[in-house]
C-alpha cells in the first residue's frame, strides 16, 4: 500500500521464501561468497524490501518533494551534543549537510544520500556488501550542481 502513491511497481516486499521473485538477484558477502536471500517476515519492514533503481529513484524524488509520509523524520534533531533524524543521519560533509539513511541483508546493500538543501540526491544499490556511505557522500559532493 505504501508503495503505491508512488508508482514503485518494480518494488516488493516479499515476507517469505514462497514470495521471492522467481528471479531474484544473488547476493555477495565481503568475501564474495553467495548469500541466499533473507526474508524477514515480520521484520520485513525494516529492511526486506526489493526494488529497482528506477523505482528507487522515484523514491528519492518523492523524499526531496515532500511527498512521503512520515519525511519529518529527516528533519534534524538535538541528540547530546551533536543532531540526527530520526532513522536518519545527518552527516556534515566537504562544507554541506547531508541526509542518509542505508541498510543491508544478506549480501545487498542500499544507500540514500540527500542534499535538501540543494534539491539533490542519490541512491546506491548493490548485491555485496560494502563503505557506500562515504562513496555516496563523495559522489554526490564531488556532482556539480
Known amino acids: 500500500p505504501m508503495l503505491a502513491p508512488f508508482g514503485l511497481s518494480q518494488s516488493c516486499m516479499p515476507l517469505t521464501d514462497a514470495a521471492l521473485p522467481a528471479n531474484v538477484t544473488p547476493g555477495f558477502d565481503v568475501l564474495h561468497r553467495s548469500q541466499d536471500?533473507?526474508?524477514?517476515?515480520?521484520?520485513?519492514?525494516?529492511?526486506?524490501?526489493?526494488?529497482?533503481?528506477?523505482?528507487?529513484?522515484?523514491?528519492?524524488?518523492?523524499?526531496?518533494?515532500g511527498t512521503v509520509p512520515g519525511g519529518t523524520a529527516m528533519d534534524p534533531r538535538w541528540v547530546g551534543d551533536s543532531y540526527r533524524a530520526l532513522t536518519w543521519s545527518i552527516v556534515p560533509f566537504e562544507g554541506r549537510d547531508y541526509t542518509l539513511?542505508?541498510?543491508?541483508?544478506?549480501?545487498?546493500?542500499?544507500?540514500?544520500?540527500?542534499d535538501r538543501e540543494n534539491d539533490r540526491g542519490?541512491?546506491?544499490?548493490?548485491?555485496?556488501?560494502?563503505?557506500?556511505?562515504?562513496?555516496?557522500?563523495?559522489?554526490?559532493?564531488h556532482t556539480p550542481m
Open 37 to 65: 536471500p533473507w526474508p524477514l517476515d515480520a521484520y520485513a519492514p525494516a529492511g526486506g524490501l526489493r526494488s529497482t533503481a528506477k523505482d528507487m529513484s522515484t523514491y528519492v524524488r518523492a523524499l526531496l518533494d
Open 101 to 114: 539513511h542505508g541498510g543491508a541483508t544478506g549480501g545487498f546493500q542500499c544507500t540514500v544520500v540527500l
Open 122 to 141: 542519490l541512491v546506491i544499490l548493490t548485491n555485496t556488501i560494502g563503505g557506500l556511505e562515504q562513496q555516496g557522500l563523495e559522489i554526490l559532493a
